[in-house]
């Protein structure tokens, strides 16, 4: 994807130039399915959050960022787009990580998963490969930085990645996984949340790509929580084989709306139908399996032990079937 942020500028200048028009990013702008009415609002809701966070974060480049005014259940998605912008602004400047540092250590704390995804949205609009830098690169979550790469290309090139189910040179190898986590998660937004929809995409895929995709689309499901309980049973019942992904998804957005001090009663709801337990309890899952994982290494293959383990906690704890 061509960069529609210049690089090379007097830093004086770098905020004004790179503001993000809310159009610029809308659902509508990429050929994504209209779908339901209500819920597409609901995901261009999502949509502006991260712009409007993207936006301050850039207003306020140097000083606290304060999003206490955003609604609760959106203000994940506009610290998701200050990560985005802070990191931009760390890249071009060549500030080692500095405005991300402050942002995940001050007003952002709450919000650790989406400020590494946010970061990983820089990185793929600048067509670079995540790099985590800083005092604190977050641990094994880092890689998480290569699910937001993976959500940006899926969702502002959705004909490459799931009709023609390439992958970027950048991503292949052992990082793809995370990658088709995030174009999992894009799915959600793609696909309108329509179950059918989604199963119908991901089942052209590779065998060995789907349960990837389907823990992206678990995770998208339970943050955003626009979709009712009856919804999400059909889309448990689509997953099939990959069940226990979807559940890992989930409970990953559980334990990020945990960490934020509140879970929304929509998202509560959508972890006790795809993980089948409340999100306190799927979050203690994920502290439990990164506990284990972080003792075997840093690497991606730790992370993706990260995930085993929350399979194997939603396994144990549920029997694989919905509660």
């Given at each position: 994807?061509?960069?529609?942020?210049?690089?090379?500028v007097?830093?004086?200048?770098?905020?004004r130039?790179?503001?993000l028009?809310?159009?610029?990013?809308s659902?509508?702008k990429y050929?994504?399915?209209?779908?339901?009415?209500e819920?597409?609002?609901?995901?261009?809701g999502?949509?502006?959050a991260?712009?409007?966070?993207?936006n301050a974060?850039l207003?306020?480049?140097?000083?606290?960022?304060?999003l206490?005014?955003?609604?609760?259940?959106?203000?994940?998605?506009?610290?998701?787009?200050?990560?985005?912008?802070r990191?931009?602004?760390?890249?071009?400047?060549?500030?080692?990580?500095?405005?991300?540092?402050?942002?995940?250590?001050?007003?952002?704390?709450?919000?650790?998963?989406l400020?590494?995804?946010?970061?990983?949205?820089?990185?793929?609009?600048?067509?670079l490969?995540?790099?985590?830098s800083?005092?604190?690169?977050?641990?094994?979550?880092r890689?998480?930085a290569?699910?937001?790469?993976?959500f940006?290309?899926?969702?502002?090139?959705p004909?490459?990645?799931?009709?023609e189910?390439?992958?970027?040179?950048?991503a292949?190898?052992?990082?793809?996984?995370?990658?088709?986590?995030?174009?999992?998660?894009a799915?959600?937004f793609?696909?309108?949340a329509?179950?059918e929809r989604?199963e119908?995409?991901?089942g052209?895929?590779?065998?060995?790509r789907?349960?990837?995709?389907?823990?992206g689309v678990?995770?998208?499901?339970?943050?955003?929580?626009?979709?009712p309980?009856?919804?999400?049973?059909?889309?448990?019942e689509?997953s099939?084989?990959?069940?226990?992904?979807l559940?890992q998804?989930?409970?990953?957005?559980?334990k990020?709306?945990v960490?934020?001090g509140?879970?929304p009663?929509?998202?509560?709801?959508?972890v006790?139908?795809?993980c089948g337990?409340t999100?306190?309890?799927?979050?203690?899952?994920?502290?439990?399996?990164?506990?284990v994982?972080?003792?075997r290494?840093?690497?991606?293959?730790?992370y993706q032990?990260?995930?085993?383990?929350?399979r194997r906690?939603?396994q144990?704890?549920?029997?694989?079937?919905?509660?």
């Open positions: 994807m061509h960069s529609n942020f210049p690089t090379g007097p830093n004086s200048r770098l905020p130039l790179l503001m028009d809310e159009e610029r990013i659902l509508d050929g994504h399915a209209r779908g339901d009415t819920i597409r609002a609901r995901l261009e999502v949509v502006g991260f712009a409007a966070g993207y974060a207003a306020e480049r140097e000083g606290p960022l304060d206490c005014r955003m609604p609760q259940e959106l203000r994940g998605f506009a610290y998701e787009g200050a990560a985005m912008s990191t931009l602004l760390d890249l071009v400047t060549c500030s080692r990580g500095r405005r991300l540092d402050d942002l995940r250590t001050g007003p952002g704390r709450g919000y650790p998963h400020i590494h995804v946010g970061a990983g949205w820089a990185y793929a609009r600048l067509r490969r995540p790099r985590p800083g005092k604190d690169a977050g641990g094994l979550p890689w998480l290569w699910d937001g790469w993976g940006h290309n899926a969702y502002f090139r004909g490459p990645v799931y009709r189910r390439r992958v970027e040179r950048a292949r190898g052992e990082v793809r996984p995370v990658r088709d986590q995030g174009a999992g998660r799915l959600w793609h696909a309108c329509d179950p989604i119908q995409i991901i052209r895929f590779p065998g060995d789907r349960a990837d995709l389907w823990a678990g995770l998208a499901a339970a943050y955003t929580g626009v979709q309980r009856p919804v999400l049973a059909r889309l448990g689509a099939g084989v990959h069940r226990g992904h559940a998804g989930a409970a990953f957005a559980a990020a709306h960490l934020s509140e879970v009663g929509r998202v509560g709801a959508a006790a139908e795809l337990t999100a306190d309890t799927a979050a203690e899952w994920t502290d439990t399996a990164l506990a994982a972080s003792a290494g840093g690497g991606v293959a730790a032990q990260w995930r085993a383990g929350v906690a939603w144990n704890e549920t029997g694989g079937v919905r509660a």
